[in-house]
């Protein structure tokens, strides 16, 4: 994992290229590792809700003997979240408007949580 710093940088740049209005990296078990968030919103609670959707998909997953989700899209009247593994540890999480091309969000997001965990 990159260093601290770096990640920051790393997730406001993402934040701005996709015009999100949340990003975050957290651990797999709902820490905040870092958030760029509005204010008042409650990063730790975000972050562990983040978590335990991912979690809960996997745990259904596997009642199936299916292999653990690789990423989840949650979609909502004005908005998506984007909930993408980064490594074994951790899960960066994207939330843009409805409107933008869930494609071309989700590649981005895909490639800055390969950098955040490798870098």
Same mark, same amino acid.
């Given at each position: 994992?990159?260093?601290?710093?770096? @990640?920051?940088?790393?997730?406001?740049?993402?934040?701005?290229?996709?015009?999100?209005?949340?990003?975050?990296? @957290?651990?797999?078990?709902?820490?905040?590792?870092?958030?760029?968030?509005?204010?008042? @919103?409650?990063?730790?609670?975000?972050?562990?809700?983040?978590?335990?959707?991912?979690?809960?998909?996997?745990?259904?997953?596997?009642?199936?003997?299916?292999?653990?989700? #690789?990423?989840?899209?949650? #979609?909502?009247?004005?908005?998506?979240?984007?909930?993408?593994?980064?490594?074994?540890?951790?899960?960066?999480?994207?939330?843009?408007?409805?409107?933008?091309?869930?494609?071309?969000?989700?590649? #981005?997001?895909?490639? @800055?949580?390969?950098?955040?965990?490798?870098?």
């Amino acid at each position: 994992m990159m260093a601290a710093g770096n @990640v920051g940088a790393v997730i406001k740049d993402l934040k701005g290229r996709i015009g999100a209005i949340a990003c975050a990296l @957290v651990s797999r078990d709902g820490l905040v590792l870092y958030a760029d968030v509005p204010a008042g @919103v409650y990063t730790e609670t975000f972050a562990i809700m983040c978590a335990t959707i991912l979690g809960a998909a996997a745990t259904a997953n596997t009642e199936l003997n299916r292999s653990p989700p #690789e990423r989840i899209v949650i #979609e909502g009247t004005d908005s998506r979240t984007l909930i993408v593994g980064s490594g074994k540890k951790a899960l960066l999480v994207a939330v843009v408007d409805q409107g933008q091309d869930t494609s071309r969000i989700l590649d #981005e997001v895909i490639k @800055v949580a390969d950098q955040v965990t490798s870098g």
